[in-house]
């Protein structure tokens, strides 16, 4: 009996001394879409803890059918590029790569109150604050997401 009570004992100080932070897991969003002979790719994975998104990874690929359409394109995507708003924001990276024809826009987003500034953020999308710390619930941006045309897998 006494070793019954000890080793309950042991294992519940384990579990209390394990508890704390919860397991990261990624939730990955992806699309593709032809239109006038360009291809668009899209991929989006979201780091969450809980129902709270931490980080989000995005990743658009647009492939154009000729040099001329991608020279079309081009000077519109610069313009809605968010590299400039991106700059300076701690916590935020934002690139735009080209290549003959084809050109990548990759953005990397960490929602977390360390990292950005809620002020800064708020330049980018909504935020809510909870606390000290930023909160981007999960399922809704997963139905919001998947409500633009994206496949969601956790």
């Given at each position: ?40 790719s ?7 803890q809980?129902?709270n ?18 020279e ?80 969601c897998?956790?």
């Amino acid at each position: 009996m006494k070793k019954l009570l000890c080793a309950a004992f042991v294992v519940a100080m384990l579990a209390g001394c394990s508890g704390g932070k919860e397991e990261t897991k990624t939730m990955t969003c992806t699309a593709e879409q032809k239109s006038n002979g360009s291809t668009i790719s899209q991929t989006i994975k979201f780091d969450y803890q809980g129902d709270n998104i931490t980080k989000q990874d995005q990743k658009t690929v647009i492939t154009a059918p000729d040099k001329k359409t991608y020279e079309a394109m081009l000077p519109t995507l610069k313009s809605a590029s968010l590299e400039s708003k991106a700059k300076g924001v701690e916590g935020m990276s934002y690139s735009l790569t080209e290549d003959k024809d084809k050109f990548s826009i990759t953005e990397s987003i960490v929602f977390d109150i360390k990292e950005i500034d809620p002020k800064d953020y708020g330049t980018f999308t909504n935020q809510k604050l909870s606390g000290k710390k930023m909160v981007m619930d999960l399922e809704k941006t997963k139905e919001n997401i998947e409500k633009s045309g994206l496949t969601c897998k956790k």
